[in-house]
Nanobody, 120 residues
Framework: QVQLVESGGGLVQPGGSLRLSCAAS????????MSWYRQVPGKERELVAA????????NYADSVKGRFTISRDNAKNTVYLQMNSLKPEDTAVYYC?????????????WGQGTQVTVSS
């Protein structure tokens, strides 16, 4: 059974930091590209950051460049999102995403999401 379980969300003041984690199981984590998305009510889900399967390449939304860092530990089947200098506009539900292939076919898995609220 495929599972992506996010944790680490919560309430933080502007300028603060949070570290999100996403623990994966049920698939070959090291073969999958991993991403973090976020969504606010009434808006489409947007890509925040992505990392290749071996962790050699990352990319970020312009709005988070220089503040957020995505990383992964393939030995622990976990991907992280370190969020620094948080702003109120970072408030959203953050989702973990895995993209790869299973039985030769492309597959995409999603976590259930974790709420991040940036407010004073």
């Amino acid at each position: 059974q495929v599972q992506l379980v996010e944790s680490g969300g919560g309430l933080v003041q502007p300028g603060g930091s949070l570290r999100l984690s996403c623990a994966a199981s049920g698939f070959t984590f090291s073969s999958y590209a991993m991403s973090w998305y976020r969504q606010v009510p009434g808006k489409e889900r947007e890509l925040v950051a992505a990392i290749t399967s071996a962790g050699g390449s990352t990319n970020y939304a312009d709005s988070v460049k220089g503040r957020f860092t995505i990383s992964r530990d393939n030995a622990k089947n976990t991907v992280y999102l370190q969020m620094n200098s948080l702003k109120p506009e970072d408030t959203a539900v953050y989702y973990c995403n895995a993209k790869g292939r299973r039985w030769g076919l492309p597959v995409v898995y999603w976590g259930q999401g974790t709420q991040v609220t940036v407010s004073s």
